[in-house]
């Protein structure tokens, strides 16, 4: 694992298995999440497919404050940014709960490059506008408060006898709310020109399963839906891992 640039991309991808590789795929994280969440995603993926992840701000103690500097678009400018510098493979965008927006906005402004993504995939996931409309006012929290939400959304935190730890999951998940906070998805839809794939869980007690088919605006063609028989945080699922990395593997064929 390694850091591209400035530290908001990683590779994932093991030792020289990136080199020569056919595809590259973004994996995008959940709230207060990282690329630990997809530990198991680069031996199902390569080679020959090329692993990379974001590493969204508020990882670093010495990150300025929350919401200090935040994206309006989700870091979709600032990843499609590092993307065109880095990497010169045929890109596939995952993201998963939260991931899926920025995925979403990372997708589009590729697109608005002229370098579009061959597919997008999203699970568990509220279609963007959905996001943009939440006013979680993260910025006044105390961190009694943010931890009163993250159980409310199953966002796991370390423990209170670990402080070190607990201190950085709530600052993580801080700068996430604050992104949320400062989005701004605009007024009307843009849909995307290429295959979008929704992933939803089928046990999942945070998102409706209503929302993958409202992920249709989003989408200029029709929608791949698929149910996974998990919950919400599946990432490190094996069935939810081997039906996802398959899909991903076919795109290469």
């Known amino acids: 694992m390694r850091a591209l640039g400035d530290g908001l991309l990683w590779d994932l991808s093991p030792e020289g298995a990136g080199a020569g590789a056919d595809l590259a795929v973004l994996l995008l994280p959940g709230l207060g999440g990282g690329a630990r969440d997809f530990a198991l995603w680069p031996r199902h993926l390569a080679p020959p497919i090329r692993v990379l992840a974001a590493r969204y701000p508020g990882r670093d103690p010495a990150s300025p404050a ?87 959304l199953a966002v796991p935190l370390p423990r209170e006898d670990r402080p070190g730890d607990r201190r950085a999951a709530l600052r993580a998940l801080r700068h996430d709310l604050a992104l949320v906070d400062a989005y701004d998805y605009g007024p009307s839809p843009r849909p995307l020109d290429y295959p979008v794939t929704v992933w939803s869980a089928r046990d999942d007690a945070i998102i409706p399963a209503a929302a993958a088919g409202r992920w249709q605006a989003m989408a200029r063609h029709p929608l791949t839906h698929r149910a996974l028989p998990v919950e919400h945080h599946h990432l490190s699922h094996p069935a939810a891992v081997t039906a996802i990395t398959e899909a991903l593997r076919g795109l290469l064929a």
């Open 66 to 152: 929350a919401g200090a500097a935040a994206s309006r678009d989700l870091l979709g400018t600032a990843l499609a940014e590092r993307l065109a510098h880095h990497v010169q493979e045929p890109l596939v965008v995952f993201g998963h709960s939260l991931g899926a927006a920025v995925g979403y906005e990372t997708a589009w402004q590729l697109a608005r490059r002229r370098r579009p993504a061959l597919a997008l995939h999203v699970s568990a996931a509220l279609p963007p506008p959905d996001y943009a409309s939440l006013d979680l006012g993260a910025r006044a929290m105390d961190d009694a408060a943010l931890a009163g939400l993250a159980r409310a």
